[in-house]
């Protein structure tokens, strides 16, 4: 099972929403990431989490918090979006972060923010 | 700092044709390169990675590609396009170094005319 699965596929929110993306893989991969992806733009690293810790956090804004409760799992916590915030978020997961070991990437969560 | 740099942000090809989709890096230290082709609505697929190994890499769905470090190139290549080829191509880098993120290239969007 070279799988990750990514819930909702669609999301739209108001601006005071709290609203929550998961991921999830079963290959026993020990990192995880997550990604914004803008229209017709490469996606741009948001968080990496190495054995279940927050790695590598790319000045992300606080109104986006990722949670790791176990190595299948991911979960990015939303609040207080603005709608410049609408965009593809990609959870993507590996064996390890190591520059050698490929990453496999779920379908998305499409989200926009009203 | 490595990055990438993909040339032409569209080609069109017909079906059968020959494809060729460009991408140089720069990097101060050995990289190591990927493809991804992300197809409309979908998260990313990895088509294929550079890992020092062997200069020519074969991937999925007949894509291959060389790292000509004199050249510091790694251009995707296809014999014969399909239909089914057309999608977004992202070349991607990192270096060899523990917990290093991947760099993507601005990407090129494939078309294959009937």
């Known amino acids: 099972d070279t799988e990750v699965t990514q819930t909702p596929k669609h999301l739209v929110m108001g601006m005071t929403n709290k609203k929550s993306l998961k991921c999830e893989q079963h290959?026993?991969?020990?990192?995880m990431y997550w990604y914004k992806q803008k229209a017709k733009k490469p996606p741009e690293l948001m968080f990496v989490y190495s054995y279940e810790k927050l790695s590598i956090n790319e000045s992300v804004p606080s109104r986006f918090s990722p949670e790791c409760p176990n190595s299948s799992l991911l979960n990015l916590h939303l609040h207080a979006l603005q709608p410049e915030d609408s965009a593809l978020y990609l959870c993507a997961s590996s064996q390890a972060d190591r520059a050698l070991y490929e990453q496999y990437f779920g379908p998305g969560t499409r989200l926009t923010v009203t | 700092a490595q990055s990438v740099t993909q040339l032409g942000s569209h080609v069109s090809v017909s079906e059968g044709a020959l494809v060729l989709l460009r991408c140089n890096y720069s990097s101060s230290v050995p990289p190591y390169l990927f493809w991804y082709v992300q197809y409309p609505n979908q998260g990313l697929q990895l088509l294929l990675k550079?890992?020092?190994?062997?200069?020519l890499v074969k991937g999925i769905n007949g894509f291959e590609a060389e790292f000509k470090k004199s050249e510091t190139s790694f251009h995707l290549t296809k014999p014969s396009a399909h239909m089914s080829d057309a999608a977004e191509y992202f070349c991607a880098v990192t270096k060899k170094s523990s917990g290093d993120k991947l760099t993507f290239g601005t990407g090129t969007r494939l078309a294959v005319r009937p």
């Open positions: 290959m026993g991969h020990r990192a």
């Open positions: 550079y890992t020092s190994a062997a200069t």
